[in-house]
């Protein structure tokens, strides 16, 4: 009963490295999605999919990249980090409770872009 | 643009007092309003949400309030408990949805609140 699992959970970079960030369910959920914590800014979608092989951008996709090649896992890629990019990284899928999609997320992962 | 919009951004209870949180929104196309717990190191968890066609929900010590024409919701948790101390975030949805009008889910959240809620 994992849920939803990110990896990893700590990660430092310098700027202009890549990184990628895993998020895999194990609830067979058809849509996911990626946000973004900042202090006092709650949380903003980056990208989200609703299905395996599709993707689409969020609120703040700039910088960032994603990939949906099984259901069960969603990538998130930072292709050249800038300090901007520091963040919490949370992952979440959706399923149906009482007709609406609510989402399960995952303890996220922590960012420092130095 | 804040499209959801949270106060305060922390508040102090004592135990057994009453919480209150508040949100307003602007798109009139969301038509499903979450709220969040959240505590530190921890995913946001979903508390209890309400759609548009009723204005009040409750389950245990939580209840949404929502004004539709005011286009404002608040968060109440009544005899709060320490055990309450968290960030809640609120939060909306309705943009977007498959060509069998299912909602894609997207959330539009608040800033969040910081519940302390001392003994």
């Known amino acids: 009963n994992a849920g939803v699992t990110q990896t990893p959970k700590f990660r430092v970079l310098k700027t202009g490295q890549s990184m990628t960030l895993l998020c895999a369910q194990d609830?067979?959920?058809?849509?996911m999605y990626w946000y973004r914590q900042d202090p006092g800014m709650g949380l903003r979608l980056i990208h989200y999919?609703?299905?395996?092989?599709?993707?689409a951008k969020g609120e703040v996709p700039d910088g960032y990249n994603v990939s949906r090649l099984k259901k069960q896992n969603f990538l998130l890629g930072l292709e050249s980090a800038a300090p901007s990019q520091t963040s919490v990284y949370f992952c979440?899928?959706?399923?149906?409770?009482?007709?609406?999609?609510?989402?399960?997320f995952g303890d996220g992962t922590r960012l420092s872009i130095l | 643009q804040q499209q959801v919009k949270q106060s305060p951004q922390s508040l102090i209870v004592q135990k057994g007092g009453i919480s209150i949180i508040n949100c307003a929104y602007e798109?009139?196309?969301?038509?499903?309003f979450p709220w969040y717990q959240q505590f530190p190191g921890k995913g946001p968890a979903l508390l209890i949400a309400?759609?548009?066609?009723?204005s009040e929900k409750k389950e245990g010590r939580f209840t949404i309030s929502f004004n539709k024409s005011a286009k404002q919701f608040s968060l109440h948790i009544m005899d709060s408990q320490p055990g309450d101390s968290a960030t809640y975030f609120c939060?909306?949805?309705?943009?977007?949805?498959?060509?069998?009008?299912?909602?894609?889910?997207?959330?539009?959240f608040g800033q969040g609140t910081i519940l302390t809620v001392h003994p």
């Open positions: 999919s609703v299905g395996e092989g599709t993707t």
């Open positions: 609830m067979n959920h058809e849509y």
């Open positions: 309400i759609r548009p066609d009723v």
């Open positions: 798109n009139t196309a969301f038509d499903y």
């Open positions: 939060a909306a949805s309705g943009e977007g949805a498959n060509a069998g009008g299912t909602s894609y889910g997207k959330l539009t």
């Open positions: 979440a899928s959706s399923y149906l409770y009482r007709l609406i999609r609510a989402q399960h």
